[in-house]
């Protein structure tokens, strides 16, 4: 027997320990690697911590982009941000009210008009409420989509009623323009818009140098561990490229960019990465 049989006999473990081996991205080669290697206690610290690590740094994103922005903080978790949103299609409760005349469903004109100018007054009022200040592109968007719509079921509502009801179908028209005016005036300051623009990726960054660190602490503990413990961690950091190895040769793309990482290091990147969309994380793929 040579001296790499029993190296790549190993390998073959580490890949029946996975589930998918020809998808398994490398946290998961790792964790059958610290498997196979009897390091089961590390493995289970490893990731309770870096969990830990990635739910706090959720956490801090929330915290930075309230503290920066308040209720119009991006990606819905702010008031603001969240009520725009959800005005956006209301117009189209009016309209499908006006439609239903086409049906021979009279009597819902009344019911419109009040609609469409409650829509458009509650628009206007939720943009008051940040007058002066910059919004997140999405919310500006929001509401222009909403500005047609309000329009669209006050053109044609006012065009087929009697007084007063034409008055109230313009009320609503006019409160979502006027809305969309102040998000305009608001985001007149490029340099404060662009902040808010940018805000989440900003925190991302921000929050990302802390885990960072949070995940140097963590190898260092494990590093420590493993002298401590006497194991062999050449041993250990050959195994984890022979699994790499073998994974890919049968189509798996995950790489092995940094083999004299302290065993353990791709089970924390991973993991430490989990706060992050897809499109941010180094998942070690090709």
Do not use: C
């Amino acid at each position: 027997m040579t001296e790499s049989q029993p190296l790549a006999a190993r390998a073959a473990e580490v890949r029946d320990e996975l589930v998918s081996p020809a998808t398994a991205h490398r946290e998961l080669i790792e964790y059958a690697v610290l498997t196979v290697a009897g390091l089961d206690g590390l493995r289970d610290r490893l990731v309770t911590e870096s969990n830990a690590v990635a739910a706090r740094a959720r956490g801090r994103v929330s915290a930075l982009l309230r503290e920066r922005f308040g209720g119009r903080r991006p990606q819905l978790s702010g008031w603001h941000s969240l009520l725009v949103f959800l005005l956006t299609f209301a117009p189209v409760a009016p309209i499908g009210l006006l439609a239903s005349l086409r049906l021979g469903n009279g009597g819902t004109e009344p019911a419109a008009a009040v609609l469409t100018a409650l829509i458009g007054v509650l628009q206007f009022v939720v943009a008051l409420t940040v007058v002066g200040k910059p919004v997140v592109r999405s919310t500006l968007f929001q509401s222009q989509i909403s500005v047609v719509l309000v329009v669209a079921a006050a053109a044609i509502g006012a065009s087929i009623t009697a007084a007063p009801l034409p008055a109230l179908f313009l009320t609503g028209a006019a409160g979502a323009v006027a809305a969309v005016l102040l998000y305009l005036w608001g985001r007149r300051d490029r340099e404060r818009t662009q902040l808010i623009d940018d805000g989440l990726e900003t925190a991302y960054l921000d929050v990302s140098a802390e885990v960072a660190a949070e995940r140097a602490r963590l190898l260092d503990d494990a590093a420590r561990e493993l002298r401590e413990a006497r194991v062999d961690v050449d041993g250990v950091r050959s195994l984890r490229s022979a699994a790499i190895a073998l994974l890919r040769s049968s189509g798996n793309p995950a790489v092995d960019d940094d083999p004299a990482a302290v065993p353990g290091a791709y089970l924390v990147l991973g993991h430490t990465s989990a706060w992050l969309p897809p499109t941010h994380r180094d998942r070690g793929e090709d």
